[in-house]
């Protein structure tokens, strides 16, 4: 489904990515963990192309993601559409503040799939609903709290139908009690088969729900493996360091 | 002490001069608001054709007297055949002029729109035009309304100026007036209210505005 190979990324003289080789299989949920800046988030974003990878190749659904073989403006239009696949949710939710919920949700599949207002519209309260939010269609974002603002982006990721969503520490800018209801709705979409693969300092979530724990250090995939394994017999030094920091 | 008979008598002449004035305003703010989105996005793109003029169109306003660019305008440009009337030629440097400073406004406001709208955005697979007309705009307008109102509050003053290439606009009327009653006092005063009720007037409307933007805020 996901197939990273030789991916390398540099911003300037700093090589941030170096050279990593990942496969996701469909409906698998990968957790990406790692020290801060060891480039969990470029990996993410190079999936997207929202990082254009200096090197190596990114497919996603047998497609090439990154291609060189296409002019600015034909790679444009290629992107736009490869992107249609791929939700993606950030730390700070990014909701637009001049939409409503309902608004933030139909924008791009009503914009850039030009999908039927009515069908889509019904899908989306049914996200919302899915989401635990159909109350506050009509609210705007800054009237809701973190949570319920990562909810709206989730669900607004999903009304394009992706295959793959990306999550970008989620929750990390979210109140400590408001992390649960964000972790819940992940959790049923991994349910569902949805493949995901998820940047987190959620151990316990990497724990119950990922298929696959990778530790990522210095731009390198230093260890992957079942989350149990990972978790309670890391091979490598750095893993070890790592979880005793998180866990203490 | 102040001759209220020639302002009741001669009122209704300055708000003729007046409607003028408006005119030539709301025109060129229009022309002046397009021209200044054009030249933000154009110093905003990464293409060096559409950056380096924007700039340099921008920067040569900038720095020159809207007094001279109105006078090569109207005085200089039938050299080479182009002659404008008084009134085209007042719309056009008054909308160039204004343009340069809305667009520094204009891109200002869009670069202050956080950099996770736009991620947002092309992440659901929105092309860059789209991205740029339905999420950065409608933000970036949310914080230039007021200085972008500072803009064209100084674009009705300037609109005085175009009486100096015989456009009897609320200024000239007030000059012409003077020639026949020799009351500059009462004839400056009128068009000095005048003025302050197109000024207000624009002010409060943008307010209408801004408060169309709030989004939920209270
Ligand atoms: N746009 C950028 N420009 C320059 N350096 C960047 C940029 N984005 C990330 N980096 C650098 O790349 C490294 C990895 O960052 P990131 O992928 O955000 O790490 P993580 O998400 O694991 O914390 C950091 O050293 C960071 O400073
Ligand atoms: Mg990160």
Not at chain 1, 17 to 34: A, M, T, W
Request: aromatic share 8%; glycine share 8%.
């Amino acid at each position: 489904m996901i197939r990273l190979h030789n991916l390398r990324k540099s911003f300037g003289n700093n090589e941030v990515l170096k050279g990593i080789n990942l496969e996701v299989d469909p409906s698998e949920v990968l957790v990406l963990i790692g020290p801060s800046g060891s480039g969990k988030s470029t990996l993410l974003r190079c999936i997207n192309n929202l990082e254009s990878p200096t090197g190596g190749e990114v497919t996603v659904d047998g497609e090439w993601v990154n291609r060189t073989d296409l002019k600015p403006r034909a790679f444009q239009k290629h992107i736009n559409r490869v992107r249609t696949h791929m939700g993606m949710v950030f730390q700070h939710f990014n909701l637009f503040p001049h939409k409503t919920v309902l608004e933030n949700i139909l924008e791009a599949p009503t914009q850039v799939l030009h999908r039927n207002q009515e069908e889509i519209t019904a899908e989306a309260l049914e996200l919302l609903d899915k989401v635990g939010l159909a109350e506050k269609k009509d609210s705007y974002p800054v009237q809701l709290s973190g949570g319920q603002q990562q909810r709206v982006a989730i669900a607004r990721a999903l009304a394009m139908r992706p295959s793959v969503m990306l999550f970008d520490e989620v929750t990390s800018a979210l109140d400590p009690e408001l992390v649960g209801e964000v972790l819940l709705v992940m959790e049923s979409l991994a349910a569902e088969g949805m493949t995901m693969i998820v940047v987190t300092h959620e151990m316990g979530f990497a724990e119950r729900v990922a298929n696959r724990v990778v530790f990522m250090s210095e731009g390198q995939i230093v260890e992957e493996g079942v989350p149990k394994e990972i978790f309670s017999n890391p091979r490598e030094e750095r893993t070890k360091q790592f979880l005793a920091d998180v866990l203490k | 002490m102040l001759d209220w008979q020639i302002i009741t008598h001669y009122f209704p002449f300055l708000v003729k001069g007046a409607i003028i004035t408006l005119e030539i305003s709301v025109i060129s703010l229009v022309l002046g608001l397009v021209a200044g989105l054009a030249a933000a996005l154009c110093i905003l793109s990464t293409n060096p054709l559409l950056h380096w003029p924007a700039r340099f169109y921008v920067w040569i306003i900038r720095s020159t007297p809207l007094l001279v660019q109105l006078f090569i305008i109207y005085f200089g440009l039938p050299q080479f055949g182009i002659g404008l009337s008084p009134f085209w030629s007042g719309v056009l440097a008054l909308a160039l002029n204004t343009g340069a400073y809305n667009a520094e406004t204009i891109r200002g406001g869009i670069l202050a729109v956080p950099k996770g709208q736009r991620e947002a955005s092309r992440s659901l697979g929105m092309s860059k035009a789209l991205t740029m007309r339905r999420i950065i705009l409608p933000q970036a307008l949310r914080l230039i309304i007021p200085p972008l109102g500072n803009n064209f509050v100084i674009l009705i003053k300037d609109t005085s100026l175009v009486s100096t290439i015989t456009l009897v606009e609320l200024t000239l009327t007030a000059q012409r007036l003077i020639g026949s009653t020799y009351k500059p006092f009462e004839m400056y005063l009128m068009a000095a209210v005048l003025y302050a009720i197109l000024t207000t007037g624009a002010s409060l409307l943008l307010r209408q505005v801004e408060r169309r933007t709030t989004w939920g805020h209270v």
